[in-house]
T-cell receptor, first 113, second 112 residues
């Protein structure tokens, strides 16, 4: 069974631009969560989607948004990029919203210059 | 406000010895705890978990201990092997919420 895939793996953008990251969960998994990893901050929860609905959201500004499609694939969008948005963005999938164990993708490394 | 804290950013242990990684939490509503392991350029992988109704869970070389009164959990790896060198994240959740809160991670290095 294929794991969680994320595209692109690396991205360089300039301040003020916007970016869209994509995540394809493990087949059969219906819940997708997004996390931001920065040095010293660990993994910070962005949001979770289940059945195309956002179930939970972390403490991030409205510039961060996401969506989930009917095939459970998810996208995350960051508008008006700031230097501090440079991070590794990880997507994790689980069978459903009540599953504690999540399976992570390799991440998208975003660099904002 | 960090609800899950890993106060040691790094730890170095000799191969064959015990590695003990610590984690503290502040939210008494947490009822499920997990440990993830992360290698460079890869996403975290689930390692072991424990429910708040238990105080110990064992899986091979990995044991997680939970002390609810102290709001503290630890991961023991015995014996430590070179392949255990990675960043370990402690995480917590509670059943009425679907999000998992992660600590900042501890980099474990196993030296020969």
């Amino acid at each position: 069974k294929a794991g969680v895939t994320q595209t692109p793996r690396y991205l360089i953008k300039t301040r003020g631009q916007q970016v869209t990251l994509s995540c394809s969960p493990i087949s059969g998994h219906r819940s997708v969560s997004w996390y931001q990893q920065t040095p010293g901050q660990g993994l910070q929860f962005l949001f979770e989607y289940f059945s195309e609905t956002q179930r939970n959201k972390g403490n991030f500004p409205g510039r961060f948004s996401g969506r989930q499609f009917s095939n459970s694939r998810s996208e995350m969008n960051v508008s008006t990029l700031e230097l501090g948005d440079s991070a590794l963005y990880l997507c994790a999938s689980s069978l459903d919203w009540s599953s504690y164990e999540q399976y992570f993708g390799p991440g998208t490394r975003l660099t904002v210059t | 406000d960090q609800q899950v804290k890993q106060n040691s950013p790094s730890l170095s242990v000799q191969e064959g010895r015990i590695s003990i990684l610590n984690c503290d939490y502040t939210n008494s509503m947490f009822d499920y705890f997990l440990w993830y392991k992360k290698y460079p350029a890869e996403g975290p992988t689930f390692l072991i978990s424990i429910s708040s109704i238990k105080d110990k869970n064992e899986d091979g070389r990995f044991t997680v201990f939970l002390n609810k009164s102290a709001k503290h959990l630890s991961l023991h790896i015995v014996p430590s092997q070179p392949g255990d060198s990675a960043v370990y994240f402690c995480a917590a959740s509670y059943s009425s919420a679907s999000k998992i809160i992660f600590g900042s991670g501890t980099r474990l290095s196993i030296r020969p």
